[in-house]
């Protein structure tokens, strides 16, 4: 059974500090791991999907690699900004479907 | 585009009450999921369609809980009899093609339940 663990729950940092949220999973047989952004109030935006051949994904200031072997995912931050302010929830298929299982997120406050 | 509508946005009953959730998925997207949010937990798949047949439905409480796809674009979530456990939100979602895959799902805003 898949199981999604995301360290910190919660995290502060001051506005310009690069940042790296964790991500942890039990089952390495996946097709790809999704990296989302929630919003309080609001429905869940898609920021990053790594399929499992990939190492790594790059958007702007984020950057997501993807370790299958050990189980684990970073979401890198760069020069964060208060914007940036939301949960970042990481999903994981569950071993040979696409039914996601998502970790319980990471709140994160970028204080200006 | 637009993107995916869910309505209501919150809804409060009284226990052993029933309601009703509705989804407009993006346009042209086959497959649709329900997920419930519990506050401070990662949203947990319901139940996921795949144009108007349903592809999972394991995690459902299929004594209280149904949902529908009839014409394969908008579905209905419904709950009856409310329980206090079921103070969630609601998400909806949808992609493209097939069950999730390489393609990104696309979240409406949910529906805020709370059951008193």
């Known amino acids: 059974k898949q199981e999604v663990t995301q360290i910190p729950a919660a995290l502060s940092v001051p506005e310009g500090e690069n940042l790296v949220l964790n991500c942890s999973f039990t089952?390495?047989?996946?097709?790809?791991l999704q990296w989302f952004r929630q919003d309080p109030g609001k429905g869940l935006t898609s920021l990053l999907l790594?399929?499992?051949?990939?190492r790594e994904q790059t958007s702007g200031r984020l950057n997501a690699s993807l370790d299958k072997s050990s189980g684990r995912s970073t979401l890198y931050i760069a020069a964060s900004q208060p914007g940036d302010s939301a949960t970042y929830l990481c999903?994981?298929?569950?071993?040979?479907?696409?039914?996601?299982?998502f970790g319980t997120g990471t709140r994160l406050k970028v204080l200006a | 585009e637009a993107g995916v509508a869910q309505s209501p946005r919150y809804k409060i009953i009284e226990k052993r009450q029933s309601v009703a959730f509705w989804c407009n998925p993006i346009?042209?997207?086959?497959?649709l999921y329900w997920y419930q949010q519990i506050l401070g937990q990662g949203p947990k798949l319901l139940i996921q369609?795949?144009?108007?047949?349903?592809?999972?439905d394991s995690q459902l409480p299929k004594d209280r809980f149904s949902a529908e796809r009839l014409k394969g674009v908008d579905s209905t979530l419904k709950i009856q009899p409310a329980k206090l456990e079921d103070s969630a939100v609601y998400l909806c979602?949808?992609?493209?093609?097939?069950?999730?895959?390489?393609?990104?799902?696309?979240f409406g805003p949910g529906t805020r339940l709370l059951v008193l």
């Open positions: 979602a949808s992609s493209f093609h097939r069950a999730g895959g390489s393609e990104t799902q696309y």
């Open positions: 089952d390495s047989a996946i097709y790809n």
């Open positions: 790594i399929q499992s051949s990939q």
């Open positions: 999903a994981v298929p569950t071993s040979g479907t696409y039914k996601y299982i």
């Open positions: 346009s042209g997207h086959a497959t």
């Open positions: 369609f795949q144009n108007n047949g349903v592809v999972d």
